[in-house]
Structure formats: C-alpha cells, structure tokens
C-alpha cells in the first residue's frame, strides 16, 4: 500500500464479500464500500475539483462518514474531517484557513452550518448526504444520484505517498483552529506499527465510539480494513445501552476508548459490560494516561482483556505503545516504548538530550511525523524547529527506554481527547449579560469522573445574580458541546498577572476550593 485509497481499493480485491463497516442503520461489504466511495468520488471531481484541493466532511460516526472520507481520497482530494457538532462559527475559521471546495454533509449539518450566516465562500458545492432538497442555496445538491449512478468501475486518483491526504484540525497554542497536515506515508507508517502492535486479524471485529473526525478513531477504521476486519460505529457513548448491546451483537474482540469514558463505564454498567464484552480480545486506550486503579478494575473485570496504552499526538500519531495487561502493574502509568519508526527524546531545560529518569519536554521525529500546520508558518516554526515534533508533553525515559508521561507545557485542557483552549471558552462565557471578567481551567477528577472537565469561573456584574443554568444553556448554544464547561464558580477575582494573563495554576486552585465548599448562593 503507497496510499490511503489503496486500503480501501485492496481490501475490496481481498475482502469483497466480507462486513466491512456496520452502523445503527446498516452495514455495508468491502466491495459495497469501495463502489459507493468510487462513486462519490467521480461526482466530487464532476464539480471540478482537482487533486490536491479540500473537500470537508461533516458527518457523525456511520457508513457515511467512511464513504464520503474515502470518497475525498480516492478523488486525490484532501480529506478534511470535522468535528459532526462544528458549529458554525467554528466552521467559519477553519473553512478561512483550508478554503475547502466541497463540503460534505447532511441535513442536520447544513442546517447548523447555515444558522448564522451563508456557508464559507470558498465552497463551490455542498453534497447533502441524506437528503433531497429543495434547498435555498444553489450550491447544495444530493449526493442520492452520484451514489445510485451505475457501477462503471471505481475511480482512483494516482497519488504519491509524500502527497498530502488530510488536514486534521485541532485547536492551536492561541485558541484558533490548526490544520494538520498528515501525507498519505505519515499516516501509513503509523498503521502499519499499530496493526503489528495490536496483532490484528481478519477476525477482529471494533466497536468505534471515538469520533472518526479525529486520529484516534479513524485509525482503528483503517485498521481493521487493512487487516480484512470490521468495524461498527457511532457517536460516543450518548446510547450506552445500544454501545453495550453491539459488543454482544457484533462479536466485538476490539474496543477502544478514552479514560473518561471506561471509567463512566466502570462505576454505572460494570456487570453488563463484562457481560457483553466477553468475547473482548483487546482495547486501546488514549487521550490521557489510564489510571492504575481503573487499569485494575477494568482487568478484574474482564480478565482476558489485552489493555494497551499508547502516547501520540495529531502530529505525531501511535508514537509509543505499551500493554499494560503483558507490562504488570509496575507499568501502569507508563505510556509505551517508542514504536520502530519513532525517534523520540527527552529534552531539558537546556534544549539538550536529558538522561534517563530526567524530567523535560517530549520530542518526536519520524516517518509518521507531520509535515506541519496548514497555512501557518509561525506556528509549523514553533513546533518543529529542528526537524523534530516537540510536542509540549513533560515526561521522562526509564532506564528501559519506556515513556512516562508527567504533565504539559501548554494551557490546553484534554476533555476526553478533545483538546480545548481555555480562551475559546473564556471568549463566549465572557458575553453573557452577568459575567464582568471570567477564566477557564481543566480540572482532574471532577465528579468522580476520570479525566479532565472545564470549569469557568466568572466574576459577576454588580445587580446580578449567579445563574448556572443560564450559562450552561448560553454556552451549549454557542460551543461545541466538549467545549462546554462542566461546572462554573463565582468568584471575588480572576487571578492575573501583570500583564492581564491569566495564572492558571491559581485559578484552578481557587476554583477546587469553591468547588469544594459546596454551590454559590444566588
């Protein structure tokens, strides 16, 4: 395989009869797939797109949102996969930065993206999944006819492995949106050490919650179609009944998730999930490292579960890997030893090598490295000054050369993988009618809950009152709901520093402390 596409044109030659991608509505063959993506794909060049340029896909977890990203690829498009909750505003900017060509969705997105105001400019159409129009803008189309259209073999653009195939947004160091630009080889270095990893099988069979707009999900649908498997997907754990159901149903071996979500897990469905996931050959975890205590639950509970970690960023995907089950319990903070084709580093205060067991910044240099950030030369400089990632991680390299990994150089908050600007969140809790001055933090632990959660705090205008309801409806309407704070305190003063920066490191202490001494009074 030298591209992306080939995952998809190869599993169809080897696979063609064979489940490829299930959702709650359906499923669809390696063969089924490949022909409705070819289809797609001749369509999305019948616009007058050409290789190289962006096609965006707004769609939830489905057979969908895996045809229409491979629909980008096989057209020789650059796929750029969205958030399904993107709003409308943060559409906006990331359309500025990437100027896509094409928008593909479906009603509900067009419905959203269109609230405000016309779609980004520099769409020249927009395909509607599912649905028949009619609709006001006449660059919206159904996507019904390009997919019923007669087979006529499936359309594939050449491409080289050092072409760029997608842009995969995160947030920035400044709160705005940065493309990440990840070549066909960037990302096929990284598969191929993860399926040798994880040992995947043409028996394996995921259950994918994660959000295929981000690495970590789409990662395991490539995967398993690398390896002739399959995949049954959908959005998060919104229907934890019907996620449970599909580990029995599906025959799932495979389940990845994020801390935060096994431990909602483990504390409320324990039983039905060692119930349901009995046939569990592996998970893998990431967006935050596991804690030892739920590794232990979680190994309890399903005793012939293969728990693997792995620590890796947009930029620098699946760098180190562990299992945790064939580790021990001396390793259950540890994130993994560096894959083959990852070099990865220790630097200290002094930007040299630190030795072993000494704490700095983690860098990483490799075939599965990104080429940088899109349209962003400032911020491509920063972070890959000398030909290496550095990633704004703190940990340190044992005596073995494993990763820990012991905290952050960055303001970003982690929720659930999801990696959120304090001043995104900062920036709308600050225009409700009450709040004078307001800072967000992420806080550990919250509610019991594992992994970080964001909690603003707000200093009121003189007459109001302290209303967190109000707030967490105004942020829900304006916020990508990860955005949203999980919790908001009154406070007396939002701690600054001279130069009217936020100290995060007070704040978050000041917040606990209120947090702990039990609700505000109106």
């Not at 390696?30 to 797609?40: I, K, P």
């Not at 057209?75 to 900017?93: M, N």
């Not at 299992?323 to 001396?330: A, F, K, Q, V, Y």
Request: with cysteine; aromatic share 6%; glycine share 12%.
């Amino acid at each position: 395989m030298t591209t992306l596409a080939d995952i998809l044109l190869k599993g169809a030659e080897r696979f063609g009869p064979r489940e490829a991608v299930a959702d709650p509505g359906g499923t669809v063959t390696y063969a089924e797939l490949a022909a409705g993506a070819g289809r797609l794909a001749r369509a999305l060049r019948a616009t007058g797109a050409r290789p190289g340029d962006r096609s965006a896909v707004v769609l939830p977890n489905s057979i969908a949102f895996v045809r229409a990203h491979f629909a980008n690829l096989l057209a020789g498009l650059v796929s750029v996969p969205c958030d399904a909750s993107v709003t409308a505003e943060s559409f906006a900017a990331l359309a500025a930065q990437a100027c896509p060509r094409i928008l593909l969705t479906d009603e509900a997105g067009l419905k959203r993206l269109a609230a405000a105001a016309p779609i980004a400019a520099a769409i020249e159409k927009i395909f509607v999944i599912d649905g028949a129009g009619p609709w006001s803008d006449p660059r919206v189309g159904s996507a019904a006819a390009a997919l019923a259209a007669e087979p006529d073999g499936v359309f594939c653009e050449q491409r080289a492995p050092g072409d760029l195939a997608a842009l995969m947004y995160t947030t920035g160091a400044t709160g705005g949106p940065k493309g990440v630009m990840l070549t066909h080889e960037n990302v096929l270095a990284a598969l191929r050490s993860i399926v040798e990893f994880v040992r995947y099988t043409p028996d394996d069979r995921e259950v994918v919650i994660l959000p295929l707009s981000h690495n970590f999900g789409l990662g395991h649908v490539y995967c398993n179609l690398m390896s002739g498997g399959a995949v049954y997907t959908e959005n998060g754990l919104v229907r934890v009944g019907r996620v449970l159901k599909a580990l029995e149903s599906f025959r799932a071996t495979g389940f990845p998730g994020t801390p935060m979500g096994f431990g909602m897990l483990l504390d409320q469905y324990g039983p039905v999930l060692a119930s349901k996931g009995a046939k569990l050959r592996f998970c893998v975890v990431n967006s935050a490292p596991l804690p030892p205590e739920r590794t232990a639950q979680l190994q309890t509970l399903l005793p012939r579960l293969d728990i693997m970690v792995y620590y890796g960023l947009t930029e620098a995907s699946r760098s180190a890997f562990i299992s945790l089950t064939r580790s021990g319990p001396d390793h259950y903070r540890a994130v993994g030893k560096p894959l083959p084709h990852v070099e990865l580093e220790i630097r200290g205060s002094s930007g040299g090598r630190a030795p072993a067991g000494e704490t700095g910044e983690v860098v990483v240099r490799g075939p599965a490295v990104a080429r940088g950030y899109w349209a962003d030369e400032a911020q491509t400089a920063a972070a890959f000054p000398d030909g290496w990632l550095h990633t704004g991680d703190l940990g340190h390299l044992d005596a073995s050369g494993c990763l820990w990994i012991t905290g952050r150089l960055k303001d970003l908050i982690n929720v659930g993988g999801y990696k959120v600007h304090p001043g995104e969140v900062e920036k709308v809790v600050g225009t409700f009618p009450a709040v004078h001055d307001t800072g967000a933090v992420g806080l550990e632990g919250l509610g019991g809950l594992t992994g970080e959660a964001i909690v603003a705090a707000v200093v009121l205008r003189p007459g109001h009152g302290f209303d967190e309801a109000g707030l967490q409806r105004f942020c829900l309407e304006r916020l990508e709901k990860f955005k949203v704070p999980a919790r908001f305190v009154a406070v007396a003063e939002i701690p600054r520093s001279d130069t009217g920066k936020v100290k995060r490191a007070d704040l978050a202490r000041l917040v606990a402390v209120q947090l702990a001494a039990g609700p505000a009074k109106n």
